[in-house]
């Protein structure tokens, strides 16, 4: 048996309605999702600090949460593992013809290129739409990133570096006096100005705010000590 038809298993047997465990049993998609979430970052900060024997644990635990999500849908006949890593397949196949189909490589930026165009193609033969694939629950930075690129294949405008500090300089030059509120919209727009800033820069705007946090924690840690100042 592989291991992965053990974990399988392993899934069928904590979600047994006679002999499972209670916990696993009350799951639901929504309720599984903060965990989601929370294993998908922990894998962030085990390679961003370099620790792949952590990195090793965090993954299964990522995998884990696919599976869970997977026995659930089997249990309501929509869905198994096995068809969602057939559809993977299919997906990453058609997305990459240069490697298993005819086409020529165009090197990095261009098979770039030939990806995004093969998933608009997919958007549009499914509906979906020209938000569709840009989650509402990504982190708001990352979000806002992609709503400028989506935005750019639509026909808007995309600010380049130069005019997006511009944007975030001018929201916070302004910066209102006393109203709540329009402090608000001003450091919302000053966000909105850094992502696309982080965009035109290819800059991950979440790692980049990740690395400064690590780098303030240091200091914490720094001031925290006896007879320490921090640098």
């Known amino acids: 048996m592989s291991e992965m038809q053990e974990l399988l298993d392993l899934m069928a047997a904590l979600r047994d309605p006679a002999r499972g465990c209670p916990w696993d049993r009350a799951q639901t998609y ?9 294993e998908a970052y922990e894998v962030a900060d085990a390679i961003e600090r370099g620790d ?25 006949g929509l869905f198994d593992f096995a068809q969602v890593a057939a559809g993977l397949v299919a997906k990453m196949v058609r997305r990459h013809p240069h490697v298993f189909g005819d086409a020529q490589s165009a090197g990095v930026e261009g098979q770039t290129a030939v990806w995004e165009s093969i998933k608009a193609g997919e958007r549009s033969s499914t509906g979906g739409g020209p938000l569709a694939g840009i989650p509402r629950a990504l982190p708001a930075l990352t979000r806002c990133a992609k709503l400028i690129k989506r935005g750019a294949a639509a026909g808007l405008p995309a600010p380049d570096a130069d005019q997006a500090w511009a944007g975030a300089r001018a929201a916070l030059e302004n910066w209102p006096a006393s109203d709540r509120s329009a402090r608000e919209h001003a450091l919302g727009r ?7 800033l982080a965009r035109a820069s290819d800059i991950d705007p979440e790692q980049a705010l990740r690395q400064e946090n690590q780098r303030y924690e240091q200091l914490i840690l720094t001031a925290a000590e006896p007879h320490s100042s921090p640098l």
């Open 52 to 76: 792949l024997n952590e990195l090793r644990d965090e993954l299964g635990d990522l995998l884990f949460q696919v599976v869970f999500y997977c026995r659930i849908a089997e249990e309501q």
């Open 30 to 38: 929504a309720s599984i999702v903060p965990h989601t979430i929370e």
């Open 190 to 196: 000053a966000l909105f100005a850094l992502g696309a």
